[in-house]
T-cell receptor
Framework: RKEVEQDPGPFNVPEGATVAFNCTYSNSASQSFFWYRQDCRKEPKLLMSVYSSGNEDGRFTAQLNRASQYISLLIRDSKLSDSATYLC????????????FGKGTKLSVKP | DADVTQTPRNRITKTGKRIMLECSQTKGHDRMYWYRQDPGLGLRLIYYSFDVKDINKGEISDGYSVSRQAQAKFSLSLESAIPNQTALYFCATASRVYNEQFFGPGTRLTVL
C-alpha cells in the first residue's frame, strides 16, 4: 500500500449535493491526520485536523477508521466555492514530524 | 498581512543560473519546510528545518541547498538551475507542538 492514496477524481457534482472522498494510508502508527484544500495554482490551506475518530465543522465532516486505515471527508450541501482539489495528509514515518501529502482529489461543483 | 511570505512570486531563469527563493514567517514557528509541486506528482519535500541549527534533507534534495538564517527565515537555492526544476515551490511552517503546516503563496519557477 502506498503511504497515502486518494482517488484523483474529478468528482463533478451539482450544487447542493453531498460528496465524499476517501483516503487510505499505510502507516498504522499515524496519530493525526489532515485535509487540506488547494485552489488552482494557490497554496494548500488547512481545512480540517483529525486527531480522534472524526471531526465536524459546518458542512464538512472528517472521519477516521484506524482499523481499515482510511480517512474520509464528507461535504454536505455543496457550494460552487467548494470547487478545488482536496489533499489528504498523514504523518510520515519516524519522529521527524513530517507530513505526507496525497496527490489530491479534484472536486468540481456545477450550478 | 500574510503569516508566511515568499519572494519572488514568479521567476523565469536560464539553465545554469543560480537562483535563491526566500521564505519569511511571522507565526513564530520553529519548523520550516520547502516543497515543490509538479502536475500529477503532488507535493514533494525538498528540505526541512526544525530550528536554526537543524537542517535535514527531504525526499528530493539533489540539486538544492538551503539556509536557515533566523527562526523566521528559510531560503532555498538552486546552485545551477536545470529545466526539470521548473515547478511551483512552496514554503511551509509548523509549530513544535502541532503538526499542521501553514503554506506561503508559492513561487512559480521556470527554467529555460
Amino acid at each position: 500500500r502506498k503511504e497515502v492514496e486518494q482517488d484523483p477524481g474529478p468528482f463533478n457534482v451539482p450544487e447542493g449535493a453531498t460528496v465524499a472522498f476517501n483516503c487510505t494510508y499505510s502507516n498504522s502508527a499515524s496519530q493525526s491526520f489532515f485535509w487540506y484544500r488547494q485552489d488552482c495554482r494557490k497554496e494548500p490551506k488547512l481545512l480540517m485536523s483529525v486527531y480522534s475518530s472524526g471531526n465536524e465543522d459546518g458542512r464538512f465532516t472528517a472521519q477516521l477508521n484506524r482499523a481499515s486505515q482510511y480517512i474520509s471527508l464528507l461535504i454536505r450541501d455543496s457550494k460552487l466555492s467548494d470547487s478545488a482539489t482536496y489533499l489528504c495528509v498523514v504523518p510520515g514515518g519516524g519522529s521527524q514530524g513530517n507530513l505526507i501529502f496525497g496527490k489530491g482529489t479534484k472536486l468540481s461543483v456545477k450550478p | 498581512d500574510a503569516d508566511v511570505t515568499q519572494t519572488p512570486r514568479n521567476r523565469i531563469t536560464k539553465t545554469g543560473k543560480r537562483i535563491m527563493l526566500e521564505c519569511s514567517q511571522t507565526k513564530g514557528h520553529d519548523r520550516m519546510y520547502w516543497y515543490r509541486q509538479d502536475p500529477g506528482l503532488g507535493l514533494r519535500l525538498i528540505y526541512y528545518s526544525f530550528d536554526v541549527k537543524d537542517i535535514n534533507k527531504g525526499e528530493i534534495s539533489d540539486g538544492y541547498s538551503v539556509s536557515r538564517q533566523a527562526q523566521a527565515k528559510f531560503s532555498l537555492s538552486l546552485e545551477s538551475a536545470i529545466p526539470n526544476q521548473t515547478a511551483l515551490y512552496f514554503c511551509a511552517t509548523a509549530s513544535r507542538v502541532y503538526n499542521e503546516q501553514f503554506f506561503g503563496p508559492g513561487t512559480r519557477l521556470t527554467v529555460l
